[in-house]
């Protein structure tokens, strides 16, 4: 493969690293940690949404993440240091 390959430009700027919006990358990330951390089934039964998002001026990204579950029990078992 290599032999055939040819150097060509980049197709997207250097900056730019996925073509998900910001949001997108957010839940997904925050899910991915609570399924790292929460019992088996927990994290495939919460709900994640984005219900603050901003970018300062400083380029920093400020969320707030919601999370709903159906029994409200099991979202003791989430320590909130830990996980994110």
């Excluded at 390959?5 to 949001?23: A, G, H, K």
């Excluded at 609570?34 to 901003?54: G, K, M, R, S, W």
Aim: one cysteine or more.
């Amino acid at each position: 493969m290599l032999h055939i390959s040819e150097p060509s430009p980049w197709l997207y700027p250097v900056s730019e690293f996925t073509d998900q919006p910001s949001e997108t990358v957010i839940v997904n990330t925050v899910r991915s940690k609570l399924l790292d951390h929460l019992p088996q089934e927990i994290p495939y039964n919460l709900d994640t949404a984005i219900e603050y998002f901003d970018i300062g001026a400083d380029g920093m990204y400020k969320h707030v993440i919601f999370m709903s579950y159906q029994h409200n029990s099991c979202m003791n078992t989430l320590d909130y240091n830990q996980v994110l």
